[in-house]
């Protein structure tokens, strides 16, 4: 490739605009660390405003970063996670003649030749690439999920101002150690932009939910896919919001169903999606969803999802040394006393909807965004205890665990649904066994070509 080529000069323009808004977050750095040191007060709205200003000409994988960090509600102070939301939205499409040049790159010079039509305006467009519809000559309709260019060093670039804000945050507040939080993104990031393995992803998904009639996920189509260009079968529907005001039943129907997508897959087979905003599923007319998008998938060992349970008795039948266990098992480390009853307020409130056998809605929300105000007053309990204990390592697989709950959760509230949760999810672990599980989970992965995580 030669100096002249596009994808160069995007390279050198993005070097150049990193190095300037490295500079900015350096000068906001120092602001930072002056109020904790000098005591020179600041206006933390203000200053996370400005942050997040300094990273938002990035868009690209920063917004898929942003969308993660805002439902990890340990992960950065309330005011920084609000801010890190709006990098979520308004994702530049690329134009008619990017996206000819980019499929003649994936599919060869006669690549309209495959197609009977291809939607010249993308249907959507997200962090890392964009979909167009399209028909094959068979008369399928397809989604054509096309990755922009140049997004490996995209992530690495972005990434580097990911550790810059946590470096920042750290020597702020040490009650939450972040080490293993970047390293759960990076290693998601960098799994999103690999279509192979999300067409694995894909396939596993239909293998799982194949029993569940009222849960729909796409078919891959092979010869059209590489690893930068995933086409699957369309799969028609209304976005979530559609329903928001519609009859109660309704409404519970679609969170019963979106409750079996999520959580079937786990407690069967220990595999969860963990990305569930409102962009990755929509609604038929008969309330069954689709579930779309199979890039952050996360595949738990049999024991992991044997803690999560663990965790849910030992809150019922106040068994401190069971939840102990729990935590252990998840990979918390060196836990004093006041940390385990801090983390166990936490629990509560995660595990509250399925501890109370009664129809009720699954919570509420401070500010839009679930659980943010209960992990406001554990994080300042934690950080109490820093100055004595040092911080809590968040396990990486707890990262993926407790984000997908609380997306899910912030789902229900939108639809406002009202279900006996207890029972719900009663009735799914009623045969969990970690034997099984290992059984069920390895024929799975072994059909569709993966491997745990």
């Known amino acids: 490739m030669n100096d002249t080529s596009p994808d160069k000069n995007t390279w050198v323009s993005r070097a150049t605009r990193y190095s300037r808004v490295s500079g900015k977050m350096a000068g906001l750095g120092a602001k930072l660390l002056g109020e904790k040191y000098l005591g020179i007060k600041i206006e933390r709205e203000d200053h996370a405003r400005k942050m997040m200003e300094a990273l938002g000409s990035l868009k690209g994988p920063m ?10 509600p340990e992960a950065l102070p309330p005011e920084y996670a609000r801010e890190l939301q709006q990098l979520q939205s308004d994702a530049p499409s690329m134009g008619w003649l990017f996206v000819k040049r980019r499929m003649k790159a ?13 939607d010249q305006e993308a249907s959507a467009a997200a962090s890392l690439g964009q979909v167009h519809k399209a028909m094959l000559h ?7 999920k096309l990755q922009y260019p140049d997004m490996q060093s995209a992530i690495q670039s972005d990434l580097s101002q990911l550790k810059m804000i946590f470096s920042i945050y750290k020597h702020y507040d040490q009650s939450i150690e972040t080490g293993h939080i970047y390293e759960e993104l990076a290693a998601r990031l960098y799994e999103e932009l690999d279509y192979e393995r999300e067409a694995k992803h894909q396939s596993l998904y239909n293998y799982m939910l194949k029993e569940e009639h009222n849960v729909h996920v796409s078919n891959v189509v ?6 930068r260009l995933l086409t699957t079968t369309w799969l028609e529907g209304k976005k979530i919001l559609t329903y928001k005001d519609a009859p109660q039943e309704v409404r519970n129907d679609i969170a019963m169903n979106m409750f ?14 963990g990305d569930p905003h409102l962009g990755n599923y929509t609604v038929r007319d008969d309330h069954s969803i689709n579930l779309l998008d199979f890039g952050c998938v996360r595949v ?32 918390f ?3 004093t006393n006041e940390q385990i009853d801090t983390l166990n307020i936490w629990a509560a409130f995660l595990y509250g909807p399925i501890m109370d056998d009664r129809v009720r809605p699954i919570g509420h929300a401070e500010g839009a965004v679930y659980g943010r105000e209960t992990a406001g007053k554990v994080h300042l309990k934690l950080k109490e205890l820093s100055r004595a204990n040092g911080g809590i390592k968040v396990p990486r697989e707890f990262v993926f665990m407790d984000r997908a709950a609380l997306g899910l959760g912030s789902v229900f509230i939108h639809l406002k649904a009202e279900i006996n949760w207890y029972r719900v999810f009663n009735e799914m672990i009623e045969s969990y066994s970690v034997e099984t599980m290992t059984a069920t989970q390895s024929q ?4 569709c070509g993966l491997h745990i995580s």
Do not use: N
């Open 63 to 72: 917004m898929k970063i942003g969308q993660i960090l805002s439902t990890i």
């Open 106 to 118: 994936e599919l060869g010079a006669d690549w309209q030749d495959k197609f009977k039509a291809f």
């Open 138 to 144: 068979d008369g399928r309709d397809v989604a054509c």
């Open 222 to 227: 092979p010869e059209l896919s590489t690893s």
């Open 260 to 273: 079996r997508a999520w959580y079937v897959p786990l407690y069967y087979y220990g595999v969860i999606h």
């Open 300 to 331: 738990f060992p049999p024991h992991f999802v044997g803690g999560v349970i663990d965790l849910y008795h030992a809150l019922m039948e106040e068994d401190r040394e069971k939840a102990v266990h729990a935590y252990e098992t998840w990979g």
């Open 333 to 335: 480390k060196g836990l």
């Open 444 to 447: 799975a992965l072994k059909k």
